[in-house]
C-alpha cells in the first residue's frame, strides 16, 4: 500500500538530511508505528506519504514515494485526499468549520459524497469515536482531547484506504485513547484500513503494532516487527525498561506478555515500604471554586489545598474540568468562591502580580511565545517580572537547556518551548507552579528531564500542580494525585494509591505486579534487588 524507495529530504538551509535513501514498505491493512526521539524526522515522514513533504514544506525530495501505485511527487495532497487521510498533532489548527459536525462532514463535501450518504457517515463516525454528545457544540470550546477525537473522525468519515496520524493520543486520557485505537483497530480488522501512526508514548499503542519503524535521528528509518525494533532502539518505555532490569533478551509488547513472564519466573513482589510524607505548610487554598460556560458546568464547587515542595498530579477524562480548575486557580478566569496565597486572591490582582503568586504553563507553551527571538522572550519576561537583567536566561541554563538567543521560538522543539516558556513564567519567583499537559510531545528523555526539573523546584519549596493525561509520568513525579469528573474532584490521596485502586490509571508496571504498589522501573528495581 505504501512504498518508500531510496527517498531522501532535506529541507532548505539544513545542514543534513531528514531522510537518507529510506527504503521500506507497508502492508495494506497494517498499523504501523513511527517511533524516535523529539526532531528525529517522524512527521516529515508522515507528511511525505500524502504529499505535504514537498509540496507545501519546501526542500528537496528525491527517491519515490508511492501510495496505492500513486506518486506523491506527481500528485499534491488534495489530488490524494480521496486516499490519504491525515491529522497532525495540532487539530484546532486544521478545523475549517465552526462545529462538530460541520467538520465532520466537510471533507466528504469536498470529495462530492451524495448528502444521504454523508448524513448515514456522520451518525456512523460520531457513535464509532464516542463523540454523539458534542455533535453541535463549537469547535473552540471543547477540550483538547475532544479537539483529537472530532480531527479523527473528520478524515475517517471520507473513508480514505491510508489513515496517518501525528500523536493522535497526546491529548486524549487513557480511556479516550483506548477507545480511539480501539476504533481505529477495528477499521484495520474489519475493512482494511491501513494506519501509519507516529507516538511518544509507546505504552499506548505498542500491543497493536504490525509493524515499527524507528527514526534514530541520523536520517535513517530501521524497519522490522515491534519487539525486534524496540530493542535495538534507544527508547524505553516502561515495560522496555523492565526487561532491561530483567535482562529479558526481548521486550513483552503488552502487560499481558510481562505479567505470564513475572509469575513463570516468581517475581510478584511485596508492597514496597512508602516513607510518611512530612507534614507540610498549605501554599495555596482554594474554596468551593467553580467555573461555569453559559449552560456547562466546568468546575463544581471543588476545594483543594497545595502544599509547599509537594508535587500533585491532576487527572481525569477530556472535558472533566482540569483546565479550567487550574486557570480558576491562576485568577485568569472569572469563577465563584476563593483562592489563597499568602492570604490574597490571584484574581483580585493584577497579572503581574498575580504572577508571584501563581503561574500557570498553558497546555499549548508556544501560546506565550510571540517575540521574533529566544533573547527577546527571556529580555520582555525580565522587564514583565521586575527582575534583573539575564534572569530568565539565567533560569534556562539552570533547567539545563541551552539556547542560542538568535533562535526563532518557532524553530524550536516541544521540549525547548516548553522550558523556554517555563522559564518565562518562573521569572516572576511564583509560589505555586500549575502545569496543563506539560508532557505533550515529549520523548522519554525530555520527560525524564522535566520530571528532574519539577522535583528541583519542589526540593526549593514550591507547590506544583500538573494536569496530565501521561499516567506513567505521574507515577514518577508526583507524590499526591487527584482525579476529576464532571466538574468534581471524585478521588484525592497519595499516587500510589489513587492510581492502583483504578484500572484506567493504573501504570503499567502497576498491572503487571499487582496486587504490589509498584508504579515504576525504578521501585521494581527496588522491591526485586
Known amino acids: 500500500m505504501i512504498s518508500f524507495e531510496q527517498v531522501s529530504f532535506r529541507y532548505l538551509d539544513a545542514a543534513g538530511p531528514t531522510l537518507d535513501q529510506v527504503s521500506f514498505q507497508i502492508a495494506e491493512g497494517d498499523l504501523c508505528l513511527v517511533i524516535g526521539a523529539t526532531g528525529s524526522g517522524k512527521s516529515t515522514l508522515l507528511r511525505a506519504i500524502n504529499g505535504l513533504v514537498p509540496h507545501f514544506s519546501g526542500g528537496t525530495l528525491s527517491g519515490r514515494v508511492l501510495v496505492n501505485g500513486r506518486s506523491t511527487a506527481e500528485n499534491r495532497p488534495r489530488e490524494l485526499a480521496d486516499v490519504v487521510g491525515f491529522v497532525g498533532q495540532d487539530p484546532l489548527r ?61 478524515v475517517l468519515a471520507a473513508r480514505p484506504s491510508v489513515l496517518v496520524l501525528d500523536e493522535p493520543t497526546s491529548a486524549l486520557d487513557p480511556t479516550a485513547a483506548a477507545d480511539v485505537l480501539g476504533a ?105 471554586i467553580g467555573v461555569r460556560y453559559g449552560d456547562v458546568i466546568a468546575v463544581a464547587s471543588v476545594a483543594l489545598a497545595l502544599h509547599t515542595g509537594e ?39 493584577s497579572a503581574t502580580a498575580a504572577r508571584r503568586l501563581v503561574t500557570l504553563v498553558p497546555q499549548t507553551a508556544a501560546d506565550l511565545l510571540y517575540l521574533p527571538s529566544v533573547g527577546a522572550e527571556c529580555d520582555r519576561a525580565d522587564a514583565d517580572a521586575d527582575a534583573a537583567s539575564g534572569t530568565t536566561a539565567a533560569l534556562l541554563t539552570e533547567l539545563g537547556v541551552a539556547l542560542d538567543p538568535d533562535r526563532d521560538p518557532r524553530d524550536l522543539s516541544e521540549g525547548q518551548r516548553l522550558a523556554l516558556v517555563l522559564a518565562i513564567q518562573l521569572s516572576a519567583e511564583p509560589r505555586v507552579l500549575l502545569l496543563d499537559e506539560p508532557t505533550r510531545g515529549l520523548d522519554y528523555r525530555a520527560k525524564a528531564e522535566l520530571a528532574a526539573i519539577i522535583a528541583r523546584l519542589a526540593d526549593g519549596g514550591m ?54 504498589a509498584v508504579l515504576t522501573v525504578t521501585e521494581a528495581e527496588q522491591v526485586l534487588r
Open 94 to 154: 486544521g478545523f475549517v468549520t465552526d462545529t462538530v459536525e460541520d467538520e465532520i462532514a466537510y471533507g466528504m463535501e469536498q470529495l462530492g459524497i451524495a448528502p444521504a450518504a454523508m448524513r448515514q457517515r456522520v451518525e456512523e463516525t460520531l457513535d464509532l469515536l464516542g463523540i454523539a454528545d458534542l455533535r453541535r457544540r463549537p469547535l473552540t470550546e471543547l477540550s483538547g482531547g475532544q479537539q483529537q477525537r472530532v480531527a479523527i473522525a473528520a
Open 184 to 288: 481505529i483497530t477495528t477499521l484495520i480488522h474489519e475493512v482494511g484500513l491501513t494506519v501509519v501512526l507516529a507516538e511518544h508514548r509507546l505504552e499506548r499503542v505498542l500491543h497493536a503494532a504490525d509493524s515499527v519503524l524507528w527514526l534514530p535521528g541520523d536520517g535513517r528509518v530501521v524497519a522490522g516487527e515491534p519487539a525486534t525494533v524496540l530493542s535495538a532502539s534507544d527508547l524505553r518505555p516502561p515495560l522496555a525498561g523492565l526487561a532491561e532490569l530483567l535482562q529479558w533478551p526481548e521486550t513483552p509488547l503488552s502487560v499481558r506478555q510481562a505479567r505470564r513472564r513475572v509469575l513463570a519466573e516468581g517475581l510478584l513482589p511485596s508492597d514496597p515500604p512508602r516513607p510518611i510524607p512530612p507534614v507540610r505548610s498549605a501554599a495555596l487554598t482554594a474554596t468551593d
Open 311 to 349: 508535587v500533585t498530579t491532576l487527572l481525569g477524562r477530556n472535558g472533566s474540568g482540569k483546565s479550567s480548575l487550574l486557570w480558576a486557580l491562576q485568577g485568569a478566569l472569572s469563577h465563584t468562591g476563593s483562592v489563597s496565597v499568602a492570604g490574597v486572591d490571584p484574581s483580585e490582582l
Open 463 to 516: 507547590a506544583v500542580l500538573i494536569s496530565t493525561h501521561d499516567v506513567e509520568f505521574a507515577a514518577t513525579v508526583s507524590e499526591r494525585s487527584l482525579i476529576m469528573a464532571e466538574g468534581e474532584i471524585i478521588i484525592e490521596g497519595s499516587t500510589a494509591q489513587v492510581l492502583t485502586s483504578s484500572v484506567a490509571y493504573a501504570p503499567q508496571l502497576a498491572k503487571v505486579f499487582a496486587p504490589a
